[in-house]
């Protein structure tokens, strides 16, 4: 695990020196919301999209005045009562809207992907033994995704780290050609199941212990949710901004951005670094949900898998 922490910062640290690198560190978008002011005059987000499943304009979560009157006596009667236990009638509601959803939401982020593509053959299915493709002099060059080679150079400091892996993990998704400013480039999409109700449960003991506003399972920004995986800064801030400003068009609105490319390394797990966007997805018969896009830099997201195997197999043990 140390030594794929640090492979995470080599990474990290060569990530910095590539196109568009610095712009990608110093993006600090405000964590918007209705309860946030001052939004960055450079976005084009309101400043009163809500962030909280249970506010009026998502209604994932209902909170009946009864049920805070219920809150309230508890607390009257015992300071000290861990609330985060008795909230399992707000998961059950986030659960079944996440999963009413979830099949639309990954639609909508498929379609705006789409709407970039460069070819009308049909996408490449990513797995364990599927293939990745490379551009060479316009062409395209197969590869076997089981000899994925992480090569990381430190820029001007001549240092250098390599992580070779003989067997890549399972990985379902789909790989899509899309036309960027300057060149074209396969974006990886990864669709992710709705989180289970025994994650959920695990989320709301942690926030309830960060945060005092109750109920803490309205804080689960990513019931539904999707991964896109680029090749370093450049292709993340761009295909970030497809999403940014799609809005209405897709039923999309940005609400949260969470950059962990702008974290300081102590403040990371694992060394780990994404940026994580939240959006209020407007679904059909007028319901609404928060779900998240993570986008990832291709060889960071590529040794968090290799984190992720070691971490199931410690926990095992």
């Given at each position: 695990?140390?030594?794929?922490?640090?492979?995470?910062?080599?990474?990290?640290?060569?990530l910095?020196?590539?196109?568009k690198?610095?712009?990608?560190?110093?993006?600090?978008?405000?964590l918007?919301g209705?309860?946030?002011?001052?939004?960055?005059?450079?976005?084009?987000?309101?400043?009163?999209?809500?962030?909280?499943?249970?506010?009026?304009?998502?209604?994932?979560?209902?909170?009946y005045e009864?049920?805070?009157?219920e809150?309230?006596?508890?607390l009257?009667?015992?300071s000290?009562?861990k609330l985060?236990?008795?909230?399992?009638?707000?998961?059950?509601?986030?659960?079944?809207?996440?999963?009413?959803?979830?099949?639309?939401?990954?639609?909508v982020?498929?379609?705006?992907?789409?709407?970039h593509?460069?070819?009308?053959?049909?996408?490449?299915?990513?797995?364990?033994?599927?293939?990745?493709?490379?551009?060479?002099?316009?062409?395209s060059?197969?590869?076997?995704?089981?000899?994925?080679?992480?090569?990381?150079?430190?820029?001007?400091?001549?240092?250098?780290?390599?992580f070779?892996?003989?067997?890549?993990?399972?990985?379902?998704?789909?790989?899509?050609?899309?036309?960027?400013?300057?060149?074209?480039?396969?974006?990886?999409?990864?669709?992710a199941?709705?989180?289970?109700?025994?994650?959920?449960?695990?989320?709301?003991?942690?926030?309830?212990?960060?945060?005092?506003?109750?109920?803490?399972?309205?804080?689960?920004?990513?019931?539904?949710?999707?991964?896109?995986?680029c090749?370093?800064?450049?292709?993340?801030?761009?295909?970030?901004?497809w999403?940014?400003?799609?809005?209405?068009?897709?039923?999309?609105?940005?609400?949260?951005?969470?950059?962990?490319?702008?974290?300081?390394?102590?403040?990371?797990?694992?060394?780990?670094?994404?940026?994580?966007?939240?959006?209020?997805f407007?679904?059909?018969?007028?319901?609404?949900?928060?779900?998240?896009?993570?986008?990832?830099?291709?060889?960071?997201?590529?040794?968090?898998r290799?984190?992720?195997?070691?971490?199931?197999?410690?926990?095992?043990?």
């Amino acid at each position: 695990m140390d030594e794929l922490s640090v492979l995470c910062q080599l990474r990290y640290e060569a990530l910095c020196h590539e196109p568009k690198g610095q712009e990608l560190v110093l993006l600090h978008l405000p964590l918007l919301g209705s309860n946030r002011e001052n939004v960055n005059s450079s976005t084009h987000i309101p400043s009163q999209l809500p962030s909280r499943q249970d506010d009026e304009q998502v209604s994932a979560i209902i909170v009946y005045e009864k049920a805070r009157a219920e809150k309230d006596l508890s607390l009257s009667v015992d300071s000290n009562s861990k609330l985060w236990q008795d909230e399992d009638i707000f998961l059950t509601q986030l659960f079944r809207r996440a999963t009413l959803l979830n099949d639309s939401f990954q639609t909508v982020v498929k379609e705006t992907l789409l709407q970039h593509q460069v070819w009308s053959g049909s996408n490449l299915s990513l797995a364990c033994d599927s293939e990745t493709h490379s551009e060479s002099e316009g062409e395209s060059t197969i590869h076997d995704a089981n000899e994925f080679h992480v090569e990381i150079e430190m820029s001007g400091r001549g240092s250098r780290a390599s992580f070779l892996s003989v067997k890549d993990d399972h990985m379902i998704g789909e790989r899509i050609k899309c036309q960027l400013k300057s060149h074209t480039a396969y974006i990886d999409l990864l669709p992710a199941p709705v989180k289970t109700i025994a994650r959920m449960r695990e989320k709301v003991a942690e926030y309830a212990f960060n945060s005092d506003i109750w109920p803490y399972s309205a804080n689960i920004l990513d019931p539904v949710r999707a991964s896109i995986v680029c090749d370093g800064p450049n292709e993340i801030l761009e295909t970030f901004a497809w999403f940014e400003t799609c809005d209405h068009a897709t039923g999309l609105r940005l609400c949260r951005v969470k950059n962990k490319f702008a974290f300081k390394f102590e403040d990371l797990v694992g060394g780990y670094r994404d940026f994580m966007a939240s959006f209020i997805f407007e679904g059909k018969g007028n319901l609404n949900i928060i779900g998240e896009i993570q986008f990832h830099d291709r060889a960071l997201h590529y040794l968090k898998r290799k984190m992720h195997r070691l971490y199931k197999i410690c926990r095992a043990a």
